[in-house]
């Protein structure tokens, strides 16, 4: 067991996969000798040889049209775009490729790749390094999309994605890389891709949220703790496909239900959440679900980008507003 | 001032238009079975290609794109290649997958409307129709860096059209290939035509097959209308690159004499005098003059030959005739390898409805 932080949870995960399955290279821009821009890959090169962690040309979308053809070949390649903001050129060969792979030809072929980006505001980057665009995917049949909140969740869910026979888009948030450190064991445990993880059990109110931003969201259930409130709060990690049933299970108990994401309100992830509630919980609802996000503006430069991310306070404002209604 | 880089492009053609060498032959068209087997292939897709066009007037299949006039450059490709290699093809290449053993019933479902079509007999690896222009390019040098990893001998063979080089994938997969000297062979089929746009629209370059001279690898011009000409390019740039010597584009020169697909209509934007006009280069008569010339060919062999094809192309359209449609369940069984939960209330929904 090693104290480790989350980039540092991703570097054990793709190095026991590296040893494990020869079958596992590793892509992207500056991943080999430099050990990538957050250092994800560090050591890699070194211990696994240059073919099998690949420095490539300066080329986004050839990164992942790449890393479709290793994959149809039978490689597991593990693709990193350097941030999310230089994601967009994949779309082509991850939304026309990758996710259609298997089902355009009727499962002759497949495509077990992994796309990893770090992800979100919060470490006062220059621009298009802030971006949140997990429901671009999460809205594409065919991939998964995961987000892990913590370096335990980040090494469990980062095998799983390796090792799952379908392609796989896994965000890391940037402000956790170095935020904490956890307890995890280097010992190739996966962890499941298609279950919510509950964090904390509560029976007056459900927090949802997933990547940095259960930073705030546990914050602010242990503000609400301190006035008596108890929050159940639930890491959707794998966004999809969606585990709308554990969510479901807690707001039948609490009634209230607030969604917390940093990616813009309009057709966010939470708003598929929001639309599963009223479908199938109705019922148990006690108070319209809230909705704390980034706001549907151009993530702003370092300045402003406290302002846009979700805080405790507005959290725990919508908690409120959950907990008041009538 | 000094030079620091210049560079030629060799063009090859072994037959002018009318079939007479130009010169001496390579060894393999020095045997008439060999060229006859082409011929035959040829004249296979353009026989198909026909059948195909009647068949979506009438309903019976979708969209379709045929190969017209370009017949040299997928049968020729095809034929230098090896089982194992892996041919990642756009969506006119039909003259290449049939070579390779895809059958023309499963070409007929896939224009047809029916994902099975992709499921095809001929090699498992191939990869399926890329419709996205040029974006195969990519996949196609992944592939190629399996090979090379795994140290297999295989070359991933990569076609796409002349529009495709306009397109950064293009660049982006030749650029790596170059740079990791990837087993991969790219062919333009150089049809003129990117629907309405003609080629000098496409680029100012003087040639497409010198955007390789970027990348740092070898690029050539063939006469894409002599099959002899395509099988020889392409039987050295694939054992170029199965023996470590790294990618080549071949830039094939060739002339698509029909419409972009059934959906288009030509004579919008160009003249029928144009188009009349290339149908002295085209391929399938050039081989048979050959053929004649050197008297392995006569009219009844031509007529054999006629019936031979429409007889298995019938067989291959009765075949997919009789393929009944998929059920709803078909939209999710292959989407992932397991159907996830979350999707089986949508299964059930497709079903309830049919």
Known sequence: MAEVNLVEAVNLALAYEMEHDESVVVLGEDVGVNGGVFRATVGLQARFGAERVLDTPLAEGAIAGLAVGMAAMGLKPVAEIQFTGFIYPTLDHIINHAARLRHRTRGRMSCPMVLRAPSGAGIHAPEHHSESPE?????????????????????????????????????EATRLYRLFKQDVEDNGAA???????????????????????????LAAADA?????????????ATLKPLDLATILESVAKTGRCVIVHEAPRTVGCGAEIAAGLAEHGL????????????????VPLPRLENRYMPSVERILAAARKALEYA | MATVASFEIEFVRFLDPRGEPTGALPDFAREPGTLIALYRSMVLTRTFDAKAIAMQRTGKIGTFASALGQEAVGVGV???????????????????????????????????????????AGPRHDFANCVPIGTQVCPAAGAAYAFKLRREPRVAVCMFGDGATSRGDFYEGMNMAGVWQLPLVMVINNNQWAISVPRKLQTAAATLAQKAIAAGIEG?????????????????????????????????????????????????????????????????????????????????????????????????????????????????DCLYAALPAALEPQRAEARRFG
Request: proline share 6%.
């Open chain 1, 135 to 171: 429901t671009l995917f999460a809205h594409t049949p065919g991939l998964r999309m995961v987000m892990p909140s913590s370096p335990a969740r980040a090494y469990g869910l980062l095998l799983a994605a390796i090792r799952d026979p379908d392609p796989v888009i896994f965000f």
């Open chain 1, 191 to 217: 962890l499941p891709l298609d279950v919510c993880f509950l964090l904390r059990e509560g029976t007056d109110l459900t927090l949802v949220s997933w990547g940095a931003m259960l930073q705030e969201t």
């Open chain 1, 224 to 236: 609400l703790a301190k006035n008596g409130v108890s929050a159940e709060v639930i890491d959707v």
């Open chain 1, 283 to 298: 019922t148990s609802l006690l108070a319209p679900v809230q909705r704390v996000t980034g706001y549907d503006v151009v």
């Open chain 2, 78 to 120: 095809a034929s230098a290649m090896r089982p194992e290699d892996v041919l990642v093809p756009s969506y006119r290449d039909h003259a290449a997958q049939f070579y390779r053993g895809m059958t023309m019933t499963e070409s007929l479902l896939y224009w047809g409307g029916d994902e099975r079509g992709s499921d095809f």
């Open chain 2, 220 to 332: 050539l011009q063939v006469d894409g209308n002599d099959v002899i000409a395509v099988r020889q390019v392409a039987d050295a740039a694939i054992a170029k690159a199965r023996t470590g010597g790294g990618s080549t584009l071949i830039e094939a020169i060739t002339y698509r004499l029909g419409d972009h697909t059934t959906a288009d209509d030509a004579t919008r934007y160009r003249d029928a005098d144009m188009v009349r006009e290339q149908w002295q280069y085209e391929p399938v008569a050039r081989l048979r003059n050959y053929l004649a010339r050197i008297n392995a060919w006569d009219k009844e062999a031509e007529e054999a030959l006629h019936r031979e094809c429409a007889e298995e192309v019938n067989k291959a359209v009765d075949a997919y005739l009789a393929v009944p449609p998929p059920g709803p369940d078909a939209m999710f």
